[in-house]
């Protein structure tokens, strides 16, 4: 039977005016997969840093194994056994993955490093994570490893810990595909029968009803609901994070684009033929056309980021040819911007967003023309201007003004995307554009990205997710090892077929 494991009671915490947490209670019981949810800011990760002591609570307390628990910082939570896996990874990019997985455990005698037991004990803890040895390569620096394997081995440095016994993942298949998705699920349960407590954060509610044992929503800092997974529906989940409201009816960003009447030319505004890059992809061929949306599926590592990369001009092109609105010869990302090409990088922080800059900096930078005379931004219209976006996606802050930093992960994405719609763009280059977003949101971002190929826009979209990509395309293609099989109409696709083609397992070799 499963024991109260951590306790938490009454947590308040404010960050100036914004009050995150407003007296939250959260028992997590070993032996229990326990999904925390709730919409963009409602508070999930201001709750997962107090109980992994990165943060203290202004008021509340905790209890672990039935003593205080009042960590002074993440040091001290880990020494007691809790560990976080952040949303927002938060490897050492300039040390090996071996180095990263064994961070501040190294084994060591009379002041000497054992460097094989640290190799054996870092091979044994990723083994766990990805089921196979040698998957990621122990010697590899962070910093080249795509966000997918970054947060693998995240979890792997998290497991490494000894005496770990709550493990708290804070969107943890954000970056996965869906292969390491269930690699992960495997491992949770084996957490479960060694009776570790997981809190898991996600905003995909499939993944909450397979994987948890029970659920505690937050809304706007309070618990909504809680209770068990097998007594609830993926409705009633919805209903208690939105309050009831719903997004039905036609949304503020569908009403916003004009539909091109007659978009019936459909011009190539993307042509691909056989191009490879330096490494990835080896080979690639597609069009994309004015009102149309592509989407490319494929396991993690398979090649999508760099297709994507290497259309925008940030990678190089070593063969074949990429065309933009028929205009050949090599780019750079400033050249396709100004070839009307929008780039939504996976890695938002590091490619995506100044996070010192406010909301209303971000939103509309890459287009500032008509915001004051020439040479000149009006502070006013800057900001009604970023605020037509901020309203279309639902942002939860409490000022255009605001620093991109303060606001919770969620909302940074939809900042990102509002900035590369805010650009104007008639090539939309999307990676992974809802990763992170809560699931009325990411509705709400599916049918703008329909809007916009209504409106005659062209869109190539990444995800890892391939209902999205179902319900979002009208063609897709797979990417397997670097080579970007056929693209057929979304209609002659179904999930298994993508998966299957996705791992080799259909003639896609
Ligand atoms: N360091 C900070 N400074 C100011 N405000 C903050 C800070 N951290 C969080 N907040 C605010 O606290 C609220 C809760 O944010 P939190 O990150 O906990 O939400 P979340 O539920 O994890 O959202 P998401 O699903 O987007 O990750 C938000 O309004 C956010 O803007």
Redesign the pocket.
């Known amino acids: 039977m499963s024991v109260s494991s951590l306790v938490a009671r009454g947590l308040q915490k404010t ?2 005016a ?1 009050r ?1 947490l407003r007296g939250v209670d959260l028992e997590v019981r070993s032996g229990e997969i326990h999904a925390l949810m ?12 107090i109980l992994s002591g990165a943060a203290t609570p202004d008021t509340g307390s905790m209890e672990l194994g039935g003593v205080p628990y009042r960590p002074s910082g993440p040091r001290e939570a880990r020494q007691a056994g809790v560990l976080l896996v952040h ?1 927002e990874l938060s490897l050492c990019g300039h040390m090996t993955v071996g180095e990263n997985v064994m961070l501040g455990i190294e084994p060591a005698r009379y002041g000497f490093l054992r460097r094989s037991e640290m190799r054996e004990k870092a091979e044994a803890a990723l083994k766990a994570v990805t089921g196979k040895e040698g998957t990621i390569s122990l010697d590899v620096r962070a910093a080249d490893l795509s966000p997918a394997d970054r947060q693998l081995v995240e979890i792997a440095r998290a497991l490494a810990v000894p005496g770990c016994r709550i493990l708290l993942l ?2 943890p298949t954000s970056s996965l595909a869906a292969g390491d998705v269930d690699r992960l699920f495997v491992l949770l349960r084996e957490l479960k029968q060694r009776s570790l407590a997981v809190v898991y ?1 996600s ?1 995909f509610l499939e993944e909450i009803l397979r994987v948890c044992d029970v659920y505690t929503v ?1 809304r706007d ?1 309070q618990v909504a609901e809680k209770g068990t997974i097998a007594e609830t529906t993926a409705k009633k989940l919805v209903l208690a994070m939105s309050g009831g409201a719903t997004n039905a009816g036609t949304s503020p960003i569908e009403e916003a684009v004009r539909t091109e009447e007659g978009v019936t030319e459909k011009a190539p505004v993307l042509v691909v033929e056989n191009a490879s890059g330096v490494k990835k992809p080896s080979s690639a061929s597609l069009t994309v056309h004015r009102g149309e949306v592509v989407g490319i599926a494929g396991l993690l590592g398979a090649g999508r980021t760099e297709l994507l990369r290497m259309i925008f001009g940030l990678d190089p092109v070593a063969r074949g040819s990429i065309r933009v609105a028929s205009q050949g010869g090599s780019a750079s990302p400033a050249k396709r911007i100004a070839q009307g090409v929008g780039f939504l990088s996976e890695d938002r922080k590091g490619e995506g967003l100044l996070l010192s800059m406010s909301i209303a900096d971000n939103l509309t930078m890459s287009r500032l023309s008509g915001m004051g005379p020439p040479g000149f931004v009006k502070d006013g219209q800057q900001r009604n201007s970023a605020k037509k976006w901020t309203d279309m996606l639902a942002v ?2 409490r000022d255009v003004g605001q620093q991109v ?8 994405q939809k900042v990102a995307l509002g900035r590369l719609l805010h650009q104007e763009a008639d090539l939309f280059l999307l990676d992974e554009p809802t990763r ?1 977003v ?1 699931i009325n949101s990411k509705t709400q971002i599916e049918r703008h990205i329909r809007a916009l190929a209504a409106s005659g826009k062209a869109v190539l979209v990444v995800s890892s997710h391939l209902p999205d990509l179902l319900s979002i395309c009208d063609r897709i293609g797979v990417m397997y090892r670097g080579r970007l099989g056929e693209i057929r109409p979304a209609s002659a696709w179904t999930e298994h077929a993508l998966l299957a083609a996705a791992t080799g397992a259909e003639g896609n070799t």
């Open positions: 960050f100036g914004t995150a709730g919409e963009n800011g409602a508070g999930k990760s201001t709750l997962m840093s949303q804070d969107e954060i905003h937050l800092g939860k802050m930093r303060d606001l919770s992960g969620g909302n940074q992170g809560d």
